[in-house]
């Protein structure tokens, strides 16, 4: 599943692969079992799961960490933390009848 989420006036797709949460965590040291309040945590794990929602759509992000850092400002982290909530939820299974 991707959620789409615009920031600075670009939709990006946002993919929770378990690549992306492996790629947050040995190359930029956020893990989500621990993640705590800091902003800077989420803001990462969204840049690692845009370059993994790019790949469902053909494309490549190119930009680096500090770049999407620069793009993002302190009013679109309501979105972000909306948007990573959503791209991991889980959805219980259905029962059988």
Do not use: C
């Amino acid at each position: 599943m991707t959620v789409t989420v615009e920031l600075d006036g670009r939709t990006y797709h946002l993919r929770a692969t378990m690549a992306a949460m492996r790629s947050a965590r040995t190359e930029h040291g956020v893990n989500i079992n621990t993640m705590g309040d800091d902003p800077l945590d989420a803001v990462t794990l969204a840049y690692h799961f845009a370059r993994a929602g790019a790949k469902t759509q053909g494309t490549e992000l190119t930009m680096t960490l500090e770049e999407w850092e620069e793009m993002i400002t302190a009013a679109d982290l309501n979105t972000i933390s909306e948007a990573l909530v959503k791209v991991m939820q889980v959805d219980a299974p259905k029962k059988k009848r």
